[in-house]
């Protein structure tokens, strides 16, 4: 199998990749203490940005804001909004596209999202954005914001194969959009693989690898089998009798992501996102190990 780097022309050899992360909001005044302990953790990686989920209904909304504001807060942090249009007219979208601009965030990941308890194909609201690539374009046509879209390197559940997947990759960056970022993987295999056939279909905008911190793995686990992500066999032996939480299991879920960066920093990729589980502990375990501390940002954030 060739290799294709994700990004080109900013790659050197030997050098550390660039990292951004992904948190959850807080939704409770502990979750919120906590976010700070995790904005200074993410800070001394220097991170491109850190990127705030947003989920159906009004509550999650509030929380997403809430946790943007105070990451932002952080002097050095760069903020994501993510943003779903799936059950929004598009006046109700572009109100929270709005304040996410009014809040001064540096990009928006654009998504479709899905109806909370709704089952069967997707319907786009009425009157909103039809999918993400929509949402995309209505993002570029504005302006004033990074716009970022989603990958599925096993495919998305929903999209019948990964040619299809592909092609809905192609027309969101064909958007003009910044780069895709990809849901989580376990084996370095699958994206190399998933990137051989998006260069194949004339895509060339960067495709960002996803690293998930398995902060529990039967949780996690039961959530790749529901998004389509295979869990290779070696995972399974390796936290096998291991209770979440407990120092070995750390210990070992910070090994397997190290371990998974450095493999695609060895092979050319310079950016990897971090989904962080909102775990300080792994975030900067992992992050030591993969060797992504440097040590004269880090000097200069102290």
Known sequence: MSIVSPLSGSFSP????????????ARSTMQ??????LAQVMRKYDPLFASVTYGAGGSSHQASFGTVGQLLGVDGLDVVGHLTCAGQSRVQTDIVIERYAAQGVKGILALRGDMPGITGPYQP???GYENGADLARA?????????????????????????SCIGNL??????????????FFFDNRDYFYFMEQVRARGIHQPIIPGILLIHDFAKVASFAAKCQARIPDHFHTAFDGLTPHSSQHKARACELAAQQIMQLSAQGV???????MNRPDLVDQTCKLAGLTQPARIASAM
């Not at 030997?14 to 909001?25: A, I, K, L, Q, Y």
């Not at 919120?32 to 302990?37: L, Q, T, V, W, Y």
């Not at 192609?170 to 849901?183: E, F, P, S, V, W």
């Open 32 to 37: 919120s203490d906590g976010m700070a302990e």
């Open 170 to 183: 192609k027309d969101k960056l064909a958007t003009g959009a910044r780069a895709a970022i990809t849901q």
């Open 125 to 127: 609201h009425p009157e």
């Open 270 to 276: 310079d950016h990897v996102h971090i989904y962080t």
């Open 14 to 25: 030997g050098g550390s990749p660039r990292v951004s992360f992904e948190v959850f909001p």
């Open 139 to 163: 993002l570029i046509a504005r302006g004033g914001l990074d716009t970022y879209v989603a990958a599925y390197p096993e495919s998305h559940p929903a999209s019948g194969s990964l040619h």
